[in-house]
């Protein structure tokens, strides 16, 4: 039992500070990859090619002058920022992130919890994020904060809609599990998801970028409009966490499409590659290679994620309420029905 618990703790630990070593370098990657399509250098003063850049970033964060307006809920002000870094933390808690591996004769999981309803998790807590966002535009007595709030909960409302349809979808294909770890393991063998829900995976990969506030959808930031939108008076490390927790979201977005739609550390001829190298099942080095596999497709999926921030404009706010309920929504419902009949057909359903 003793053990049991100091290796959880060991995991979390692990998954704490992938999250925030991810969230620290991808706001590097992201300024070199932006100055890469505008032919441009991008940091390159602090350490060898600017490696020590997120170090700086964060250092500069944590010594800035703390600011708390007069006329603010001193209180939610500080559980804002708190609340959105927290919950951006408590989704990678149930992403298995390789196979297991047996030591000894004692198999260890490379994930937090294996729970059942792994996936209403995931939307239950991806759902609470918002009302970090929530209580710090309201706590901080502005109105452009306040307006990025209200920006930033109904959008939620409005994309998680198609969202969780598309996932139902998802969930139908893979025989009705709610697991994570199953819905992975299930494309071991066979085809990625994506085959089966091209269009659920475009809907949800849409409806991602919207949940994270990332471009053509950071209308609740907005600076043109709203200065800075839910954290327009927030400074320091305060700051910091909402900002961190954007790119912790947009990490645990791309593990969950690279898990749900493209295998997670499953990849084509695994087990030949495994057979081929005398690797038995539950070997350290079938999870390592799993976890590089899975990490590999995070990665461009991140990739994505920056390239449409840098290459598309900002929508109006009526277009943005159009693409979710006008068109995302009907699409998801279609999908939805779809996915239904062919199943009903393949006989994975009985009526």
Not at 103 to 115: A, E
Not at 280 to 303: P, R, V
């Amino acid at each position: 039992m003793i053990s049991f618990i100091i290796y959880k703790a060991i995991i979390c630990l692990v998954v704490f500070l992938l999250s925030l070593g991810v969230a620290a370098y991808a706001t590097l990657w992201e300024r070199k990859f932006a100055a890469f399509l505008q032919d441009r250098v991008g940091p390159d003063k602090a350490g060898p090619w600017g490696l020590l850049q997120p170090l700086a970033d964060g250092g500069k964060m944590f010594f800035k002058e703390e600011i708390i307006p007069n006329v603010s809920n001193r209180f939610l002000f500080i559980l804002g920022p708190s609340l959105f870094m927290l919950t951006a933390l408590m989704t990678g808690t149930v992403i298995p992130w390789a196979k297991d591996v047996n030591i000894g004769g004692q198999t260890y999981s490379l994930q937090i919890t294996d729970i059942n309803i792994g996936v209403l998790y995931l939307l239950g807590v991806v759902s609470i994020g918002v009302y970090g966002i929530m209580i710090g535009g309201w706590a901080s007595n502005n109105k452009y904060a306040l307006l990025g709030a209200i920006r930033a909960s109904s959008q939620m409302i409005s994309y998680e809609i198609a969202m969780g349809i598309s996932i139902i979808a998802l969930i139908i294909t893979a025989g009705g599990t709610l697991s994570i770890r199953e819905i992975i393991a299930q494309q071991d063998a066979g085809l990625a998801n994506v085959v089966y829900q091209p269009l659920g995976f475009l809907i949800f990969f849409v409806c991602a970028l919207a949940e994270t506030n990332r471009a053509p959808f950071d209308l609740p930031e907005c600076e043109s409009e709203l200065v800075g939108g839910y954290h327009t008076e927030y400074s320091s490390m305060k700051l910091g966490l909402f900002l961190f927790a954007e790119y912790i979201n947009m990490f645990i977005s791309s593990a969950i499409m690279a898990g749900f739609y493209f295998g997670g550390y499953n990849f084509p001829f695994a087990q030949e590659l495994y057979d081929a190298m005398g690797l038995q099942e539950g070997s350290w080095i079938i999870s390592l290679i799993g976890f590089g596999a899975y990490f590999t497709k995070i990665f461009i999926f991140i990739c994505v994620f920056m390239w449409v921030r840098w290459t598309l404009p900002r929508f109006r706010y009526d277009q943005l309420m159009n693409l979710g309920w006008k068109t995302l929504l009907p699409l998801s419902l279609l999908n939805l029905a779809i996915t239904v009949v062919v199943e009903y057909l393949r006989g994975n359903i009985h009526i």
